[in-house]
Every structure is written in structure tokens, then in C-alpha cells.
């Protein structure tokens, strides 16, 4: 059993007659007092040809390390140059996902390293050694310390999906944003599914600056269940209007989870707790089932300070979540602005979706036409080869022949 594995005391009876009374998830016997809130962030590469910000192939499965170069490697002196169909992609998952869209948009830099700077700073300038001198700075599937990303003008905001839920109706999921980012690196560990245990952990850079949407919902569902029916309608929104291949397996749909428990009725929210990296609708169900189950019981035996803002790991085998990190207070990224601009074409009309979702692709092509006159708004406006340059797309071809022909 995991150290950190959970055990249920008083509750176990409790749990069991529930168990007896009828093929009942554990979780029902806490279901009249208590509530789960939850609310997902899901990762989705999008399926260009090429890379976010560079010309390598975006490519599953090739030999490591062979797609990959000094843009998406992050060496100093390079620039990223935008692949003009992510933008048209992350539009046209945003339509339907009921979205609103920023008609000007802007990446950031989401630092990684600054905690660990200014430790390192303090470090060097205290007279005195420190109790906590730094201890972690450099991430190796992020060498380059930073993720482009955005930060408070996403591309897409405030939409909805209706999701149908198996005998109880259809419930509305709210989307709070859906933004671009560009994924990191994969680290492989050797000997070992995870790093306990591993021999030794090599790094594959082929899956960094791949491109990525991550749609963040609101926290209105209540059940594993419900999450798991989101995900899966999300998945399929994805698939249909092929922006995605949607494979779990393959990480290119990953989904962070946060519960938290409050008695019904209360208003304000309880502690949450993060498991990362579900990587299958079921999993899912089950690892919210189990959180609510854990942090119910430790509400009733009156130990509620130990359910703390931490991050934990899914255990497949065991059945169980246990900790991975703990949280403390909001991190600190130090967003800068990324010297991309977006800008959306302003004469073209946002489409108006159908509800049914396969008349979503009938979109496809309205959506492009709205993404596409996308303009780099800095940076290579100037030092493209023409002055003149003034949309992504052409910045894009002079940078990547094949970045036009990506989707
Ligand atoms: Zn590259």
C-alpha cells in the first residue's frame, strides 16, 4: 500500500452498507450532506503540421529529439514566428465551445524560473547564509525557463456546453476561457513507469512547442459523473470539428481535475485539491469519487486542516489519489507580453453555431475565414523580408513554407 495512501475509519461501515443497500458508488453515502465542486482544465494539442511557433513537424511517436530546433529549444537570440492555423483551430474550437472571441489578442511568458531567480538573488545578497538556499530552478522539459502562453486576454471567453448526462438530462457546463499555449517536453523515465524507481530520466523536446488549447470550466459540476460526461463531450467536440485527434492515450487531451467539498447548501467553497494528469474518462470519475469520498470523511471526523490546496496523483493501480506537491498561495509567474500579437480579422463575422454538433464542421470553413487574417503585430512585422508583412500568415510562409498548409 502507498504511504500516502488514504484510510477511511469511521466511515468504512458507513461506506460498506452503502455498498450492500445497492450497487452504489461509495461516494453516494455522503451524497445527502455533502457536495463535490469541480471544475476542469483540459489540455488539447491541436493537429497542425507544424509546431506553434517554429516549422518542426508536429509529429506523435517519431524518434526523439529529431523534430526539434533552436526556436521551439528556446536558444537565446531566436523569435518565435505564430503558425497562422492555431490561431484559426483555437477560433474555431472557441465557436463551439459558445465562446466569445477576443478580436485582439496576445501571448505571454509564463516564467518558471522566477521563484528560484529571486531565491538565488536573495541567496547571493543575504550577509547571513539562508535557512532555504535555492533548490530548484531549471525544469528539463522547459529548458528555456518559460511557456508561451496568455494570460489576461485570452483568445476565447465565456461560453458553455450542454452536456447530456445518463438519467438525469442535460446540464449546462460553463467555459470560463479557452486559451493558446505551446507544450513542454516529455520527460521518459527508464525502468520505470514514473521517476520513484527510475534508472535514469531522458528528455524528448519533440512534443515542445507543440501547440496547445486549454479550456478551463467553470466549477459546475458535482459528480465524477458529470465530469467525466464533460470531458467526453469535450473530447467529441474536439474530434468533430477536427481540431484534434483527441487520443488520451497519447496525451493529446490531458485533463487536470480540482475537487473541493462543501455541505450542501453552503455557499462558499471548500479547500481544493488538484489531480493532475487524467488521461482517461473513467479514471477521472473514479479519482473525483474517491476525493470526495476522502475529504467528506475527513470533514466528518473533524479533520478538516488536513485537507490542504495540494496537488495529487491518480493511482491506477491502487485506486487511490496521493499527494504529488503541495500548493503555497498563487504562484508567481511574472507574465510578460510574448512580442506576438493577434489580431482577428475585423470585417469578418463571428459564425453562428448550431447546437448539434455535427453540423458544427459546416463551420470550419466561416471560422477559418474569420482567424485568418491574423497580424503579428511586432516583431516580425519588422524583420520579415517584406516591410510589408503585416499578417501571421505571411510571416508564417516567409518563416515556414509549410506553415500554410497546416491544417
Ligand atoms: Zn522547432
Redesign the pocket.
Known sequence: MHPFSFKPMRSLARLNAAKQAKEASPSDAFAETFEAVIGIECHVQLNTVT?A????RNEYGADPNT???????GHPGTLPALNSAVVEKSVLAGLALNCNISRESKFDRKQYVDVAVSLIIEYCRSPTPLVAPPRRYFYPDLPKGYQISQYDIPLCHGGFIDVAIPEEGTKRIGITRAHMEEDAGKLVYIGSDGLSGAQSSQVDYNR??VPLLEIVSEPDMRTGKEAAMYAAELRRIMLCIGVSNGNMAEGSMRCDVNVSVRKRGAPEFGTKVEVKNMNSFNAMQRAIDFEFVRQCTLIEENKEDEIVQETRLWDENGQFTAPMRKKEGLADYRYFPEPVGIELDRRARAPRLSHSRYALRSFARTSRRFASRTRSSTAFGRHSPSSHATNVRGTARWVSPSTTASY
Open positions: 509546431k511557433f517554429c516549422s518542426c523534430h526539434v530546433c533552436p526556436v521551439c529549444l515542445g512547442g
